[in-house]
């Protein structure tokens, strides 16, 4: 690494590679771990990337969790680049912001359309990753405006405060029966003492969708989200936003070195996880994900820029393209990704598997399916899910480098 000032590449490759790996986390979700692992109960290793391929219940975290918050950093990394290329290219800021509204605007439509696949009406819930940004996105553009001082002002503003209305809050009486909002009474994720502000569905900000849910259109009222997640999350979610806005201008400075860029982003990661876990652990604050506790923006935001130095390391400073260019591909589209993983990963899986099971019918005779075998079965046996998935992903994959190689991006 040089010891000398150098600038960053004009489009930081990290920030591609970084958002390819969190799509790939995410659509890997075909892979099946679970399935293997309930194969193989005795296989340590398919219990650990099981256990990794999952969320967990409230507190806690898995590499699967890091998933939402990396992908709402990366929003506030790459959004220094996009100001700086429209002004660039002559935007003014009325154009800047007509685009941001916009651009916040399709990405709550999205997220409520990708929560209403498969449904007979319009699902009118804003829990979804693209909602929450969404929702965050015009004062993330505010603040991108604004200096480093009224940016860190902005982002302790936002976790003290979203913090301190949870804190002050009544607790529920003793007369609440949390089996009306889908909480066990002897679910072992319930938090005691101060801790319990921050309870699944017992919260103020729950409270707060039991009325702004219910002005939507919907068949029957809405009482709660079984997993516990919030509209207003987008408040704390706009705080992870400010974290990657800060690392993400951090990166764009020629004054630094690559060590100083590298160093910086290590520090605050470390810094990061400390807080985060700190408060955790003392009960002043649960780091809980599905409700994006402070402590989580805290603790995820703290992974978030160790994956971004590692990444900046590998990507922009030694450049080595080579590993990194299968994400790079996928994270040159990654809203592309994002929806057809959700959208198409059954129609690969299916059709591929449906038609190598007329292949070998065809090479073997009826005589080689017994009930409920499939292609996968017969060839791996306990693997079937896993193959299966993965030959979705490569599909996925390839769909990605189609587009990449027509220079094709979409964008929003």
Request: positive net charge.
């Amino acid at each position: 690494m040089e010891a000398t000032p150098n600038p960053p590449q004009q489009r930081a490759v990290s920030l591609d590679a970084y958002r390819g790996f969190v799509m790939l986390l995410m659509a890997g979700e075909v892979l099946r771990f679970h399935a293997v692992s309930q194969n193989l109960p005795e296989s340590g290793l398919f219990r650990f990337l099981a256990h990794h391929q999952d969320h967990v219940d409230w507190r806690g975290c898995t590499l699967h969790d890091l998933i939402q918050p990396s992908f709402s950093f990366l929003v506030g990394c790459a959004l220094p680049w996009s100001i700086a290329n429209r002004k660039a290219r002559g935007q003014g800021s009325a154009g800047i912001w007509l685009h941001t509204f916009w651009r916040a605007f399709i990405l709550i439509a999205l997220g409520v359309f990708l929560r209403s696949t498969g449904s007979k009406f319009t699902h009118f819930t804003f829990e979804d990753t693209l909602s929450q940004i969404g929702l965050g996105y015009v004062g993330l553009t505010f603040l991108a405006w604004r200096s480093v001082r009224v940016q860190i002002l902005g982002l302790v503003t936002l976790l003290f405060g979203y913090w301190a209305w949870f804190a002050i809050t009544p607790l529920p009486g003793p007369t609440f029966d949390p089996t009306v909002v889908g909480v066990p009474r002897d679910w072992p994720e319930t938090l005691t003492g101060f801790a319990a502000h921050w309870n699944k569905n017992a919260n103020p900000a729950h409270f707060f969708d039991l009325w702004f849910l219910n002005l939507f259109p919907r068949i029957k009222p809405w009482l709660f989200n079984g997993g516990g997640y919030l509209t207003l999350s987008f408040i704390p979610t706009l705080a992870t936003m400010v974290l990657g806005l800060l690392a993400g201008q951090w990166l764009r400075r020629t004054d630094l070195t690559a060590l100083n860029r590298i160093g910086g982003l290590i520090f605050a990661g470390l810094t990061g996880l400390a807080l985060g876990t700190t408060l955790d652990l003392t009960g002043v604050c649960p780091s809980v994900k599905r409700i994006w506790t402070p402590s989580w923006v805290l603790f995820s935001g703290g992974w978030a820029c160790l994956f971004l130095a590692a990444f900046h390391a590998v990507a922009d400073v030694r450049r080595w393209t080579l590993p990194v260019f299968p994400l790079v591909v996928v994270g040159m589209n990654s809203i592309f990704t994002y929806v057809i993983s959700h959208l198409w990963d059954g129609f690969f899986r299916n059709n591929t598997t449906n038609h190598l099971n007329t292949f070998l019918l065809w090479l073997k005779g009826p005589d080689t399916f017994t009930e409920g075998s499939t292609f996968w079965k017969i060839v791996s046996g306990p693997y079937a899910p896993m193959l299966e998935g993965a030959v979705a992903l490569l599909c996925i994959w390839l769909c990605c480098l189609w587009l990449w190689r027509r220079k094709v991006f979409i964008r929003i």
